[in-house]
């Protein structure tokens, strides 16, 4: 019953409170779907938990074409400002996670990025995508018909 629930909610959020409170349909409230769907730190770097998850999914899985998924790259540009975090940090200079920061020349200065890079595996079979990775950098990527 979640799954429609949450579709709806993502489609129109006015319509699924609408629906929820002149109780035409009894439906969870946002806090009750947002435990179901959990929350995402949006750390940079490739997700522990997603490894997971893609783990138990594979064991689940028992013909290799099954097994079969791609790698999608989705780059986004963000507007450039240092911000604050309650957690003590701050956010917006060029981190590419802990697992490529090296390859990173002059990581070590304070530059600050302009776009987002969000990496996503997605199983061949339909409805299994998952966030696996971000990373924020400063430039566009290059395509072969920018070159």
Same mark, same amino acid.
């Given at each position: 019953?979640?799954?429609?629930?949450?579709?709806?909610?993502?489609?129109?959020?006015?319509?699924?409170?609408?629906?929820?409170?002149? #109780?035409?349909?009894?439906?969870?409230? #946002?806090?009750?779907?947002?435990?179901?769907?959990?929350?995402?730190?949006?750390?940079?770097?490739?997700?522990?938990?997603?490894?997971?998850?893609?783990?138990?999914?594979?064991? $689940?899985?028992?013909?290799?074409?099954?097994?079969?998924?791609?790698?999608?790259?989705?780059?986004?540009?963000?507007?450039?400002?240092?911000?604050?975090?309650?957690?003590?940090?701050?956010? $917006?200079?060029?981190?590419?996670?802990?697992?490529?920061?090296?390859?990173?020349?002059?990581? #070590?200065?304070?530059?600050?990025? #302009?776009?987002?890079?969000?990496?996503?595996?997605?199983?061949?079979?339909?409805?299994?995508?998952?966030?696996?990775?971000?990373?924020?950098?400063?430039?566009?990527?290059?395509?072969?018909?920018?070159?």
């Amino acid at each position: 019953m979640q799954r429609p629930c949450i579709v709806i909610r993502n489609l129109s959020a006015k319509a699924y409170e609408y629906l929820r409170t002149e #109780n035409l349909l009894r439906l969870p409230c #946002n806090k009750t779907l947002q435990k179901y769907i959990g929350t995402v730190s949006g750390e940079v770097g490739f997700s522990h938990l997603v490894r997971c998850r893609l783990e138990v999914e594979l064991q $689940g899985l028992d013909t290799a074409q099954s097994k079969v998924c791609s790698l999608i790259v989705d780059e986004m540009r963000i507007r450039q400002k240092l911000q604050y975090k309650q957690r003590d940090a701050f956010i $917006g200079d060029v981190d590419m996670g802990p697992e490529l920061q090296h390859l990173v020349p002059g990581s #070590n200065d304070e530059t600050l990025a #302009n776009s987002v890079l969000c990496f996503f595996s997605a199983a061949c079979m339909p409805g299994t995508r998952y966030l696996s990775g971000i990373s924020s950098r400063k430039g566009a990527l290059e395509s072969s018909s920018q070159k």
